[in-house]
């Protein structure tokens, strides 16, 4: 744990609203909190370095500090009391796909078990791997292991007129048993039964306590209690029907799939809610590959997926809250804990009052992508070298000095694996986020990476560079933009991203298209931007799901059947595989990846000559584009989008630039939608000539305009040379313009 660890309960706010902060301290040693206006969160020397501005807030002093745990791992609970009778037999069962068995503990599928004094029945996994039955003290497994990833009926019966408990499991293909059920049974001891006292909890996917232990790795369906002692073929029946004999509860995971809540098919209704947020609308034992939407056949997706790593709200109590003043300032704020030994920092937003605003030009900040990726543990920071090498760039520039790489307790991103190799496909704000943090580094190394920032701390770049430009600005986020729609960006003459606006939802890329074709002037500043499809969760609105469907550069594979998102229902992926190429929005699109490393743009022959040679003004004709950067000392560089009219790009738009020089250094590929195979592309052309960023420009329906940089690294070059670059001098061009009441764009004959 760190010594200070905190998160907020939203990452934008308005004047008049609160906003709360959780803080949790390693001990009860004091912590002081103050709040800042955040300028530049970059910690490069050779840069700004970190600038802020102290702010007044009525909670800025003194705390004592309290330890605040994360309780990870998902299951199911039913709060409601059971009745379970009075020492009568009972039997639990379920259809399990496990996906760790045999770590050396106990994982919990069905259980009312209280650990702490023994009391209770569970149906578990056992140490060994093997289906385990638990009453009271008493212990029985089959001690035939299970294998990982492989569909299974297991069961748990305590037969009172015999005394008798039995632990049982059958392997199952196309949903059906096959072969013979593996049994083992044990006599309890007179008096040793332990039967669950009244109100105790039910739980599915974990053992039981307080806080909850013992959770599962794996798929759960269709878990089952009824009042008798069922043998292996009424274990089948039980499974079948919700209404059979005796039954208690029947747990339908098929039905109301995008809630929280989980519904009991059964006679007594014993409905229960998930916690940390288990993957729904996965494919069951009963899958036939023939149907890949679950609302077409929710009847073959009566499965969730729970993990002992699941994170999506600690849950942490709310040391202290800040009620934004009238006339506060829209932009990045941050507070800043100290205490000794430790320091935190915990970035927000700051946005105007809904349908005001107090300036023409709004930044939209991406705190979807940066949801979606906080707490990404890169892959080198396993290496110790590598992670070396990170905490003395750390140390000798003051930048945040902890990695999430080393610190994987408060849950990680949708760019890892869960323990059990599943990707994670649910991001939430409400835990510490330490990559969204004011002095954050991902790519060590000046040298070569110069300040090495991504997400959050390289927007900065764009903040202050507007500052140091005198340039008026309201923030606004993802988040106003999803609930709002294009009334909240109708106001502003002109929007622009920062350096990677990578998700959205389907609400947002209508807004920024309604607000392109009623007359806005549209500003993207990035690369890789309106890649991925995502979805929010209607009852947990800090949680956001992406599934990595088909195509597209991935961290991981969603598994086949399960390519829908769960919290909306839709086809999730790619944008482009959701007929919404980037293209189509701002002219350019995702085409290439390598290193961490930038490189420049060349002005393309019949750029002085078009209709948007205004952009140059100001720049040499034969000068190379942001050949610098505090982003891989280059404006071109990580990933490029390119413009392609078969995929959207509009027939008039003109690009001015296109960049080259990605090598040696930087190994250079194109995204995997666009390479068919080793020797040809979707486009028909050799890769060489995709791997490329395009400066485009185009105008609009009602003189609205887009320019498009298409590299995650150009707003690292605003800053060069404190802004007296050709960079700086293009955008402001750009901007000048579009700011501008009498400005025309008058739409070419195409």
């Not at 900040?365 to 543990?377: G, K, L, Q």
Request: glycine share 12%; net charge negative.
């Amino acid at each position: 744990m760190l010594p200070l660890a905190a998160y907020a309960d939203r990452m934008s706010v308005r004047p008049g609203e609160t906003i709360e902060f959780k803080v949790s301290s390693m001990d009860d040693t004091p912590y002081t909190a103050r709040l800042v206006r955040v300028i530049s969160a970059d910690a490069n020397p050779a840069g700004p370095g970190l600038v802020e501005e102290a702010i007044e807030a009525d909670f800025a002093g003194n705390y004592k500090g309290r330890f605040q745990p994360v309780h990870a791992g998902s299951h199911g609970i039913v709060e409601q009391s059971i009745d379970l009778g009075a020492r009568g037999s009972l039997s639990l069962v379920a259809t399990i796909w496990p996906t760790r068995p045999g770590i050396g503990r106990r994982q919990g599928v069905l259980s009312v078990f209280d650990p702490a004094v023994r009391r209770g029945i569970a149906l578990a996994i056992g140490e060994d791997g093997s289906v385990e039955a638990m009453l009271g003290a008493t212990r029985i497994k089959t001690r035939v292991p299970l294998e990982e990833r492989h569909w299974y009926r297991v069961f748990a019966v305590y037969d009172a007129a015999t005394s008798t408990l039995t632990a049982g499991q059958v392997r199952l293909e196309g949903g059906r048993p096959v072969g013979a059920a593996r049994t083992a049974s044990t006599k309890l001891e007179a008096g040793a039964a332990g039967l669950p006292a009244a109100g105790m909890p039910w739980i599915i996917g974990a053992l039981g306590g307080t806080p909850v232990k013992g959770h599962f790795n794996g798929k759960i369906e269709r878990p089952v209690i009824a009042a008798t002692a069922a043998d292996a073929a009424t274990v089948e029946k039980l499974t079948a029907d919700p209404t059979a004999s005796g039954m208690i509860a029947s747990w339908d995971f098929s039905q109301e799939m995008s809630s929280i809540r989980f519904v009991d098919a059964g006679p007594g209704g014993h409905h229960g809610q998930l916690v940390n947020l288990p993957a729904r609308a996965m494919t069951g034992s009963n899958w036939t590959g023939r149907e890949m939407c679950f609302r077409h056949a929710p009847e073959q997706y009566g499965a969730i997926h729970f993990h002992e790593d699941d994170v999506s709200d600690c849950g942490w109590a709310t040391d202290f809250k800040w009620t934004v003043p009238a006339g506060t300032r829209s932009g990045a704020y941050a507070v800043r804990l100290v205490r000794e030994g430790g320091e935190e920092n915990v970035p927000f937003f700051v946005v105007p009052p809904k349908g005001k605003k107090s300036a023409d030009l709004a930044l939209l900040i991406s705190t979807y992508t940066y949801t979606v990726y906080h707490n990404h543990a890169r892959p080198e920071a396993g290496n110790a070298t590598w992670l070396g090498t990170w905490k003395a760039q750390a140390k000798e520039w003051g930048a945040y000095p902890y990695n999430p790489g080393e610190h994987r307790e408060y849950g990680l991103s949708t760019y890892n694996f869960h323990t059990d190799g599943s990707g994670i496909c649910h991001a939430s704000w409400l835990r510490p986020m330490l990559n969204v943090r004011v002095g954050y580094i991902t790519y060590p190394d000046p040298a070569i990476r110069a300040s090495g920032l991504r997400h959050y701390p390289a927007d900065t770049h764009l903040i202050a560079w507007l500052e140091q430009q005198g340039i008026a600005y309201d923030i606004i986020t993802d988040a106003e933009l999803d609930a709002e729609g294009v009334e909240l960006l109708k106001p502003y003459r002109a929007v622009t991203t920062a350096s990677h606006p990578e998700y959205h939802t389907g609400a947002m890329l209508d807004a920024l298209e309604a607000y392109r074709d009623g007359g806005g002037r549209f500003m993207y500043l990035g690369g890789n931007g309106f890649y991925w499809k995502v979805a929010r969760h209607a009852e947990a609105p800090a949680a956001i799901e992406i599934r990595r469907g088909e195509g597209g550069i991935r961290a991981w594979a969603a598994e086949a059947g399960e390519y829908y998102n769960a919290f909306d229902g839709e086809y999730g992926g790619l944008w482009r595989r959701n007929g919404r190429p980037p293209q189509r929005l701002a002219g350019v699109g995702f085409t290439a990846q390598g290193n961490f490393v930038g490189s420049h743009y060349r002005q393309l022959p019949d750029a002085r000559t078009s209709r948007a040679a205004w952009i140059l003004d100001g720049i040499g004709t034969d000068e190379l584009i942001g050949g610098f950067g505090l982003s891989g000392h280059g404006a071109a560089g990580f990933e490029l989008d390119r413009a392609d009219k078969r995929l959207g790009t509009p027939s008039h738009a003109v690009v001015l630039a296109s960049s080259e020089g990605h090598e040696p250094e930087a190994p250079w590929v194109l995204v995997p939608e666009e390479q068919l195979t080793h020797i040809t592309t979707w486009a028909g052309k050799p890769a060489t000539e995709l791997i490329r960023a395009d400066l485009t420009f185009f105008e609009t329906p009602n003189n609205g305009a887009v320019f498009s940089t298409g590299s995650i690294t150009f707003c690292g070059s605003l800053l060069h040379n404190k802004g007296n670059n050709n960079v700086s001098r293009l955008i402001r061009n750009v901007l000048d313009r579009f700011l501008d009441p009498n400005a025309k764009f008058p739409m070419p004959d195409v």
